[in-house]
């Protein structure tokens, strides 16, 4: 069975160290980080342990593929492939600012799918790593429109919305489907322990 969520302190719970992405764009300062951009990975297990998280990794090491991500995260497990001061190639127009994050489902998945038992752990980590992420770079928790992203907004949007804005390519991940008031909610959850605990 996969783990249970640390309900306390799940946003500081250690990502494991992954293959490291093949593809990058090199450093960059903290202070040029704006974004979250969340990813759909397009692979999920539902039933048992969960290795998707992993099999990302593997994925992105590959010379042949030509894209990176920080963080893949699935039901039990967050497993990092790139530094966050290090340039992924995640979405065209968010890279050089922002911080990508695959969540390892399918973006045609139903909502009543995205909110069943099996994949809220899922979303409670990705929205806790999240919530980091902008408690580190001061990253303002809303969602993003894509007029936002034009005009160098910050804060969390998705690569569907990066690519409507700059005309990045044909991925529509993390879905239509993706229930962005029940992440965000969690986002703001996680970012208030987080803030009672560095602020004590």
């Known amino acids: 069975m996969p783990s249970q969520p640390d309900k306390r302190r799940l946003w500081a719970t250690p990502c494991k160290v992954g293959p490291r992405a093949a593809h990058d764009s090199g450093l960059r300062r903290s202070s040029a980080i704006d974004l979250v951009v969340i990813h759909t990975a397009e692979g999920a297990d539902l039933v048992g342990p969960d290795n998707t998280a992993e099999g990302v990794a593997r994925y992105f090491a590959r010379l042949d593929v030509k894209a990176s991500t920080q963080l893949a995260v699935d039901r039990d497990s967050c497993v990092r492939m790139l530094p966050d001061l290090v340039i992924p190639w995640g979405a065209k127009g968010a890279n050089s600012d922002g911080l990508h994050m695959e969540i390892c489902g399918?973006?045609?998945?139903?909502e009543d799918i995205w909110l069943s038992k099996e994949v809220k752990p899922m979303?409670?980590?990705?929205?806790?790593k999240t919530a980091k992420w902008c408690w580190q770079y001061d990253i303002p928790r809303r969602w993003l429109s894509v007029a936002d992203?034009?005009?160098?907004?910050r804060g969390i949007?998705?690569?569907?919305?990066?690519?409507?804005?700059?005309?990045?390519g044909t991925h529509w991940d993390p879905g239509p489907n993706f229930p962005r008031t029940y992440f965000i909610g969690k986002v703001h959850y996680w970012y208030e322990q987080i803030r009672l605990e560095c602020e004590v």
């Open 106 to 110: 399918r973006a045609g998945w139903s």
């Open 123 to 128: 979303l409670a980590r990705a929205a806790a």
């Open 149 to 153: 992203l034009r005009s160098n907004g």
């Open 157 to 168: 949007t998705t690569h569907v919305d990066v690519n409507a804005a700059f005309q990045g």
